[in-house]
């Protein structure tokens, strides 16, 4: 009995270390790329951005169903209160209440910046998965900074139509919790960092509620996430995310 | 015997042959016009696109912050992002006797959106009635009419236009980001749709009121991006741009003003191009005529034969048969060249002032970023003339030396005896 115990712990054990191979890899990669989203999901995020010309505070309040759907509502400033994106059918509306119109993103504009922040239209929407564009390997298996981690090296697959020449990703092994992600561009720099903190449990997950954004060319700058509610595997489908609803949302 | 008298034998025997020395003259005339007249029209096709590549949007001289290029950042406003007194600064420009006209213009990279159409694209915020004193674009619009100074207005090309579906009396959402890192977005009504011809600017530049411009992406009316000036001598833009420099020097503003022949080098280099073009017109047409211009000369000496043998018999030099018949054909080339003064002279008017206009033929082009018209305007220039004429001269001298040399070298007693 105590040996069968001892063997069964022994087993849980040893899965994540030596015995990792590329599947394995894919599944954590995929896991923390999805970790945000789940099925379904809300949440209020607060968004801070800093830039060498101002300071800003945003409110915003996110639904999301699978890869395909999301909905985003200012919250907070007043003045802007109400401007929403969705983001449903491979496209992208914006809802702007100051003129009370909608406005279609043309393909031209994903790669520029959402609010003003450092995260790109593509950023908020996209839709493919992470591991469907990349091949994955572990570059780093160890201790470093006294925490046992996983660095992850995804590399493009030939043809994936993404913007990053090479994404590298730290992984914490015990909770599989992100710690920080470096983008390179199509000539190997640094283009940005993302750095995650602030583990905590929301809509029964652990999730980072924190999440700082910095590009390389301008470090003063940065955008910061910080969640302040989640929830997982809501009562939503498809219908929520229509331009009527985009609209209502924006009055609301 | 003096030098005058060879010219006067020279002078003389050009009047020998009239007919003779009208075809020659005519040859050396028609060649002398056909070069004044195609420099004329590639100087008038440079002018043209100097003017167009100049005169529809970027203006003569530009002045902006030196950091605003080239990322065009919506922060980098003249005089940093404090500003500067936009008005004294544009009177200050004005004051100078060279610069007809100043405009102050802001800029914003956005979104243009009407219905289910939106394009992306650059709004202009300026005063229009200033802007269409400097550049052409407001000039050209084919319908509508000028954004009012204030008013949630603007104008946009043909092409925006026609994909945003859009006209006269419709209303677009604009989204720009603003410099306080808001969006921002506000609706303007189509008062106009221009035509430049040049297909970018079409597609996607529209042109607004500064006020709600400057409103929009929160920008106070002390901020703007660009200052653009027409010059009244185009090419004399990098002296006047010196100039330019000590009057903003004069406002404390720190600036980078640029002439035309900065930001659109293409345009200085076709010009050079095409005065290289001129050497070569002129080998080919001067060549040309040079073997006619020796033919004659060396059947006039030949014909003459007996007489020069009778001279040098009598003790002239050999060098002053020689200089008479070079004296005859620069003769010959002196009344060319008044043949052709008095034939080109009218033509030069003519299509200076009553270009003919092939646009029907042929439509316009775009060529080194500037809109070209096929209009076959010829351009006035002193120095062409001149130089022509004296390739002409030379030519006619040039062609006469081989004659001159052969008659003037064959020994009398031969000719005299008929060998």
Sequence with gaps: ?252 | MPSSQWWKIGWRNVGRHKRRTLLTSLALAVGYAAVVLMVGWVDGIVSQMVSNGTGVITGQIQIQNPEYLPERSLFNTLGGFEGTSVTELLDALESDAQVDAASARVYAGGLLSSGDATVAGFIIGVDAEREARVTRILGSLVRGRLPEPGANELVVGEEMARKLGSDVGDELVVVAPAADGSLGNDLFDVVGVYHSGMPDLDASFAIASIEPMQFMVALEPNQVHEVALAVSDPWGSPAIAQRVEQIVAAQNLEANVRPWTEFRPEIVDYANMSRGAFWIIVMVVFGMAAFGVANTMLMAAFERRREFAVLLALGAKPSGVLRSLIYESASLGMLSLIVGVVLVAPLMYWFHNWPPDLTNLVGGFTFAGAFVRPVLKVEYSIVVPLQAAIVLLLTAVAAAVYPALKTARTPPADTLQGR
């Design chain 1, 1 to 252: 009995m105590n040996r069968s115990i001892f063997l069964l712990g022994a087993f849980f054990l040893t899965i994540p270390g030596p015995v990792l191979g590329q599947e394995t890899a894919r599944e954590i990669v995929d896991r923390v790329d999805r970790l945000w989203r789940g099925g379904s999901s809300r949440g209020v995020i607060g968004m801070e951005i800093v830039t060498e010309h101002w300071t800003r505070s945003l409110e915003m309040e996110v639904w999301s169903l699978g890869n395909d759907y999301a909905l985003v509502r200012v919250l907070r400033p007043r003045r802007e209160a109400g401007t929403a994106t969705l983001k449903a059918d491979q496209e992208v509306w914006n809802y702007l209440p100051r003129v009370d119109r909608t406005i279609k993103l043309p393909a031209s504009l994903m790669s520029s910046s959402w609010m003003g922040s450092h995260f790109t239209n593509d950023d908020l929407v996209k839709e493919s998965r992470i591991i469907d564009d990349y091949d994955i390997e572990i570059s780093f298996d160890g201790v470093r900074d006294g925490v046992d981690i996983w660095e992850f090296e995804l590399t493009p697959k030939p043809e994936a139509p993404v913007v990053w020449g090479r994404i590298v990703e730290e992984i914490r092994k015990d909770d599989l919790m992100p710690v920080w992600v470096h983008y390179y561009d199509d000539l190997g720099d640094l283009a940005r960092t993302v750095t995650f903190s602030e583990y905590r449990n929301m809509g029964g997950r652990l999730v980072p509620a924190v999440m700082v954004v910095t590009p390389t060319d301008k470090p003063d700058e940065s955008t910061t996430l910080i969640y302040s509610e989640l929830e997982f595997d809501i009562d939503i489908d498809e219908d929520f995310f229509s331009l009527q609803r985009l609209r209502q949302t924006g009055r609301e």
